[in-house]
């Protein structure tokens, strides 16, 4: 059906167009009967349906429909894989139209700057790359339903201490780098229908009226079509907002500033024009909706199924010392009151109604199980921790295996607020290394929503890493632990030592009002690489019950401008007994010569399939941004001459291939000659290089007394790097110049 929304809205008063802009309520749209406009029903999300009919809240206290729980975001992306997140989106959106919902609350795609943000869990990775590509998949398989979704929290939301009112201070370059590029490759690539900004300011400006961000970024330089929504009662100056570009305000405020918009109009302090524009890009949506209604089933029991492949893709194997897969011969204990009651969602705004949870200890059937430990850790008193343990290590004992339900409490990490610290509860960690007293085979499965400490990494043969992992949890830990299914996840994320060797240790989360990112785009295995610091378990990382190994690593180039593309394609083979995954990581690695510059980035990665004694060629396919940085002179992206490393790895770690390509730039920096301006500087850049050389060796000369060169090459190294860092001024003192000569000079070598 064709609609002329413009028309539509040029029949609307300016009441009714200020009222279009704010929510009915807190999950509804307003609607206009007169002109035929429905009211729409927006729900979080993003792992699952969030539908409220009762009493609303935003916060997940209410009760929702009973809905099926998907993996977290935290443990989906450990899948690095495309596909899946592109599946799961389908099914998302499946169901919203079945439930007639016309957006989904997200994806989450906020950089993991601290391990302690409380809402780590609801966000994909510490990298940006494979944020952007995960989260995409996910909206254009949403989106393919004909439902829309809500790109979240636009920008630098990156804890819940403060969150509606801190300032993120933080520079240009950072923000294009790390914490903005999620948000551009989705926008780009996936076209998501909003975009929700955030509560917090950003260098000292609320993000929901914000112009650069949401108008000159998002719309001018992305390409954004979609309409703008806040989070949920981010709004601080609805004027203000509807000029910076906020077009829809949720969940309204009673028509207080609806109210605002009208006076403001009216006195001319806001243009008609505006507010005509966040009415057509909210209705143009909402017409989409309505147009593409379908027929759909929730398929409760299929898409749980779903929810258990997801997870049995995502879970990461940590460790195994030959300890798995186990055996149905073998005489197992479960220890951990997580066996039984998973720990498999965050608390919160995507807090779902799980229509049914399985348990490992359901899925496992013939299996001995004692509590050890409880998992919201209630125990009345520590004569109860005690026996509870006590009970624990005399099971163990008897057994040929222990396999350990730790986690997180629900209590530990949730929205709303910040960790303060990455330890399990103390009867966890004790109960861990009492059992690995007694029984040489230990295995710790976690239930958790972002890193923690593991004082008891040593002691246990075999760990795995469960996350968040949606109400199939239990049966896709079961499937793992006895080699139904071969691990293949990898973390989308740093596990370091201890949180004092975390990048923003010493400003998270800030003094209440603002919080510097004084780290800059050191962020994640960005930080611990440059600073060559050990750490629990690296980005990337993740173990397998096979083998793989690589061969033939070629590139279509050895040498090309920063225009043209390069192929990559390298050869992975299952060397081991079993099918199995293997997720191919590719990383980019500045060789030319700028200093802040992270060791690696990753670039690429495929997951690919294989057979045992199967092999197959991977391809990538890497253009300018795979090499670029973020000029701020520039305003744009820059790729500097010069060579780049292009490694395969296993991990951000374990690199195993590597070749150089040679890559030239085609845009000059802007570079202005001035007094202050040193030889060094000069020769680095090529307008000046000759000019430079000439100054060179003028000072060189002066110093050395007339044409007399150093005695030996050490006096001469000495004194080429004085000259290096000489700026233009000196001249006047080492070689006698005038003003009048050096002014000309700089002129000429400006031109
Ligand atoms: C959260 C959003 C969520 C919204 C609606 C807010 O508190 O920050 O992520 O979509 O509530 O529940």
Redesign the pocket.
Known sequence: MVRDVKSIISQMTLKEKAGMCSGAD?WHLKGLERLQIPSVMVS??PHGL?KQTGKG????INDSIKAVCYPAACAAAASFDKDLLYRMGETLGRECQAEDVSVL??P?VNIKRSPLCG?NF?YYSEDPYLTGELASNYVKGVQNLNVGT?L??FAA?NQEER?MSISAEVDEQTLREIYFPAFEKVIKDAKPWSV?C??NRINGEYASENRWLLTEVLRKEWGFDGFVIS???AVNDRVKGVEAGLDLE?PGSNGMTDMQIIAAVKDGRLSEDDLNIAVERILNKIFIFIDGRREEVFYYKEDQETAVRIETESAVLLKNEDVLPLSREQDVVFIGEFAEKPRFQGG???HINAYKVTSALEAAGNVTYVKGFLADGTAKDEEEQASLMEAAVEAAQKADVAVIFAGLPDSYEA??YDRTHMRLPKEQDKTILAVSKVQKNVIVVLHNGSPIEMPWVTNVKGILEMYLGGQGVGEAAVRLLYGESNPCGRLAETFPLRLQDTPAYLSFPGNGHTVSYREGIFVGYRYYDKKEMNVLFPFGYGLSYTTFAYSDLNVSKTSMKDTEEVMVMVNVKNTGTRPGKEVIQLYVSNQTGMVERPVRELKGFEKVFLEPGEEKTVRFVLGKRAFAVYQQELGDWYCASGNYNIEIGRSSREIVLSELVSVESTKELPFVVTMNTVVGELLHHPRTRQAGEQLKDDILKALCGGSKQPKDEKDRKVMEQMVDNSPIRSLRSFCGKTDEELIRLIKTMNQ
């Open positions: 807190l979080d999300g969030r809240d935003h916060l997940g609350l997200g989450g809402r609801e809500s979240k929290h939301n969150r929700m955030s509560y989070d949920w009662g949720m919160g705004s995507s929205e709303g």
